[in-house]
């Protein structure tokens, strides 16, 4: 008897978690996973598209030999859209790790 109230007990003293806390962590977390593979996945996309471009440039146009081949591709289809989806990215990382660290901090308060 005195075994399951000690069990209680120390449950109880452990639950030091709010779940409508937790739960908001998590879903920002989640959506700033997200938002990271998203952008990711679109610059992937973008270079992708700039190879594939760069065989045209092989049997058409023809390319600047600064640049090469790549790089004119490059240059051509996506320094814009590259350069957004970079910061982007440089944007949702910064997200990303603030939400880890103030889960952190939350969970090191919670302990003490």
Not at 38 to 43: A, E, I, N
Request: net charge positive; aromatic share 12%.
């Amino acid at each position: 008897m005195t075994l399951s109230i000690k069990i209680k007990e120390t449950r109880q003293n452990h639950s030091f978690l709010n779940p409508k806390k937790e739960s908001k962590f998590m879903k920002t977390l989640v959506i700033n996973i997200s938002l990271l593979f998203v952008f990711t996945s679109l610059f992937c996309f973008q270079l992708l598209s700039a190879s594939i471009y760069s065989q045209i440039l092989i049997e058409g146009t023809g390319w600047n030999d600064d640049l090469g081949l790549f790089g004119t591709a490059l240059k051509e289809v996506s320094i814009i859209p590259n350069s957004i989806l970079l910061i982007l990215i440089f944007i949702s990382l910064i997200f990303l790790l603030n939400q880890i660290i103030d889960f952190k901090k939350y969970y090191q308060q919670k302990v003490k």
